[in-house]
């Protein structure tokens, strides 16, 4: 038989003899005697012979408890178990994502058919931007109140979100996909559900509020393609001349399209507090207030900010241009009066805001995690970038390659930081598919850990990583936090080599024709 794809506590050998409670007790599971329930009274499965290879693969879950009740939920569907028994590389992937997300388990058993999004080539085919957008739109437009969702297309919206992250998730805890891969496709599905709820919004408004010229601009994680599977999605409204009005109404009608929970979980939250003037200013501008504002009255971190803004739904030919009046802006902010002391004194603010007793273990606000790495990079790209075109790039990862390859961050370094980066984005991820809920904090329960490290090995197995039989043989929890330990310590170094470098403030004051001849 075929090894269990999960290692640790997987597959164990028992004694001949063994009752079924000790052999699943040997396996992993934790409640063994629920286990044991669901096993031969719910399901009905055979252990010992037809169904060993099901029983194995659920061992080898990241949380076998989790994976097994999520499975004894599902009704009960002939081709599904045929399925489960005969193709093992569909049985990895339905029960990595049974086993990781408890939502997504809670999505199979109200949509008990979108199991078959896992199984065949379809599988692990990576959807375009443009798909994506296409098959939310089709969810929503007249006609589609025959799915599963019923006839409000809020709701529909929200079936076929979850059913798309169902499709991705599944790809990327197997490691069919990697995760620079996984973050730009959950930014784009993230593009084509704000296209959607704005389609949704315009058809329940007035028709001249519907044909207002509306942009909707992605900023932070989203704009740089690079967003978590929980996230709030920050965004910035652009409104056509003469437009003010019918578009504030039309860009609130959207957010409330996305926040809204009924039968369905929430898509996200929208949140459009990066404006001119945060909470306190307008919802909409048009292109030439936006253009006031930041000439006149923007701070340095709104600059920053827009460093990622891109066009992510409305009309395409207003966010062009709202990118084109902002982004030589941005690329000459490093110019601006105490522009490093003010990006260093921001950084230091949100660490000295953290509670003594949350900071060691924050992936992305404390010491070593995700701030210091985006921190560091994006200050190199916005002192760097008014004269290096090559740095002008949204995404971490890609930035940093282009920072090394710039000579501006060296090599190692530049590795380290990357893979850093990917360690913890790849933690939260996990943390964040149990619920699909927010969270950047490691946990203290052994047990939650113990889930993560698993579920972390399967990744890193499949896609071919290291992890050697002694890093399989320790216990998951300890291997997490001894990664956890080392990459936090590596990043919190590298930040502070390359973020308070004496030269930057020195090199940002330079005029720009200055910075070219000295390269």
């Known amino acids: 038989r075929p090894r269990p794809r999960g290692g640790y506590g997987a597959g164990v050998s028992t004694p001949r003899g063994t009752t079924l409670a000790g052999q699943l007790a040997a396996m992993g599971f934790a409640d063994t005697a629920r286990a044991q329930r669901l096993l031969t009274e719910d399901l009905g499965l055979d252990a010992a012979s037809r169904d060993a290879d099901v029983l194995a693969a659920l061992a080898a879950a990241a949380d076998p408890d989790l994976a097994l ?58 959807p375009s931007a443009e798909e994506l957008s296409g098959d939310l739109l089709a969810a929503v437009l007249p006609g589609a109140g025959d799915s599963p969702a019923g006839p409000d297309p809020a709701t529909a919206l929200r079936v076929a979100y979850r059913r798309r992250l169902l499709h991705l998730a599944a790809r990327d805890l197997t490691g069919a996909d990697g995760f620079a891969e996984v973050a730009a496709e959950l930014a784009d599905l993230a593009a084509a559900a704000l296209e959607a709820a704005l389609a949704i919004a315009r058809s329940q408004l007035p028709p001249d509020v519907a044909r207002c010229r509306l942009a909707v601009i992605a900023m932070g994680k989203c704009g740089g393609r690079e967003l978590n599977y929980a996230s709030d999605i920050d965004v910035i409204f652009v409104a056509g001349d003469g437009d003010v009005a019918a578009a504030t109404r039309l860009a609130a009608a959207m957010i409330r399209i996305c926040s809204a929970i009924g039968t369905e979980e929430a898509l996200f939250p929208v949140d459009p507090n990066l404006r001119p003037e945060g909470r306190d200013g307008p919802l909409v501008r048009t292109l030439a207030s936006h253009r006031a504002y930041y000439e006149r009255w923007a701070k340095t971190w709104e600059f920053q900010a827009l460093l990622k803004a891109r066009p992510v739904a409305g009309d395409a030919a207003l966010g062009a241009e709202y990118l084109a009046t902002v982004g030589p802006m941005v690329w000459e902010s490093a110019q601006r009066e105490n522009f490093v002391a003010d990006v260093q004194a921001m950084r230091r603010r949100v660490l000295g805001s953290l509670p003594a007793d949350r900071a060691g273990r924050e992936i992305k606000l404390g010491p070593g995690g995700l701030r210091d790495i985006e921190f560091a990079v994006q200050l190199l790209q916005l002192v ?111 930040h502070e080599k390359l973020f308070y470098r004496p030269l930057l403030d020195a090199v940002a004051r330079l005029p720009s024709d200055a910075v070219r001849l000295t390269r």
Do not use: C
């Open 384 to 494: 760097h970038g008014r004269t290096d075109e090559t740095l002008r790039v949204g995404a971490t990862l890609d930035a940093l390659a282009a920072l090394a390859k710039g000579g501006y961050v060296g090599r190692e370094d530049a590795a380290s930081l990357a893979a850093a980066y990917q360690f913890l984005r790849t933690v939260e991820h996990l943390l964040q598919l149990r619920h699909l809920r927010r969270t950047h904090t490691l946990p203290e329960d052994p047990a939650v850990l113990r889930q993560v490290g698993r579920a972390m090995r399967v990744m890193r197995r499949e896609q071919g990583g290291a992890g050697g039989q002694a890093v399989e043989a320790a216990d998951p929890a300890d291997d997490l936090v001894a990664q956890w330990r080392r990459h936090a310590s590596q990043a919190r170094r590298l």
């Open 69 to 126: 009740s999520t499975l004894a939920r599902l009704p009960h569907d002939t081709a599904l178990w045929a399925a489960l028994r005969a193709d093992e590389e569909f049985r990895a992937r339905l029960i990595a994502v049974l086993g990781v997300s408890a939502a997504l388990g809670g999505h199979l058993a109200r949509h008990p058919g979108d199991w078959t999004l896992l199984s065949g080539p379809g599988a692990l085919r990576r």
